[in-house]
């Protein structure tokens, strides 16, 4: 098995959510989280423009990491966070 690490990099805002990278050893991991994960986490449906603030604030970020490595562990090369990936984890 081979878990993703978390980089100290940015994330950029892509036209259906946020992207961000991740590390297998040396082998950089491009992941997504969609907007519609963002939504959920945040129990929000605005049409904000730029999703980053969303994806960073408070413990998200580390959440969708879990999720893209659990992804990743399962077989996925280059996970996708969706809302249905958050069911278990909401509050």
Same mark, same amino acid.
């Given at each position: 098995m081979h878990t993703l690490t978390a980089l100290n990099e940015l994330?950029?805002?892509?036209?259906?959510?946020? /992207? !961000?990278?991740?590390m297998d050893g040396p082998t950089r991991v491009i992941?997504?989280?969609t907007?519609?994960?963002l939504d959920r986490v945040e129990g929000d449906n605005s049409s904000q423009q730029d999703q980053i603030p969303r994806f960073e604030w408070h413990r998200h /970020? !580390?959440?969708?990491e879990q999720v893209a490595s659990q992804k990743y562990d399962?077989?996925?090369?280059?996970?996708?966070?969706?809302?249905?990936?958050l069911v278990s984890n909401r509050s």
């Open positions: 994330a950029k805002n892509y036209a259906g959510g946020v /992207r !961000f990278a991740m992941c997504r989280v907007r519609e994960a /970020r !580390f959440q969708f399962s077989g996925e090369q280059a996970p996708i966070v969706m809302a249905f990936d």
